[in-house]
């Protein structure tokens, strides 16, 4: 059965980083693409950074650019995601999701299908 756990979360001051990680279990990495999402309180779920099947292109979007760093390891079958200059706007509950046949750029969202249960972040001062 197809798992994701995310950990790593926590409450940090502006400024700070934070790793992320998902690991995935119940399947094997390839032909899969997977992504980061978070949702903010009262506010929807946005994608935040997909990486395609591929593994030769990582999407972001703008609010993270530049701060934000999504990586993988087929090895271990787990995803990360190194935040650095965190931001109050950044707080959320950050989830890693996975699909098959991930486009490039953020068509790569559309492929997924599967989400982790969520890993909290609070960004206060």
């Known amino acids: 059965q197809l798992q994701l756990a995310e950990s790593g979360g926590g409450d940090v001051q502006p400024g700070a980083s934070l790793r992320l990680s998902c690991a995935a279990s119940?399947?094997?990495?390839?032909?899969?693409?997977y992504a980061w999402y978070r949702q903010a309180p009262g506010k929807e779920r946005e994608g935040i950074s997909c990486i395609n099947t591929n593994n030769d292109d990582i999407y972001y979007k703008d609010s993270v650019k530049g701060r934000f760093s999504m990586s993988r390891d087929n090895a271990k079958n787990t995803i990360y995601l190194e935040m650095n200059n965190l931001k109050p706007e950044d707080t959320g509950v950050y989830f890693c999701?996975?699909?098959?046949?991930?486009?490039?750029?953020?068509?790569?969202?559309?492929?997924?299908?599967?989400w982790g249960k969520g890993t909290p972040v609070t960004v206060s001062s």
């Open positions: 999701a996975v699909g098959l046949y991930a486009a490039a750029g953020r068509y790569c969202f559309y492929a997924m299908k599967h």
């Open positions: 119940g399947f094997t990495p390839n032909g899969y693409g």
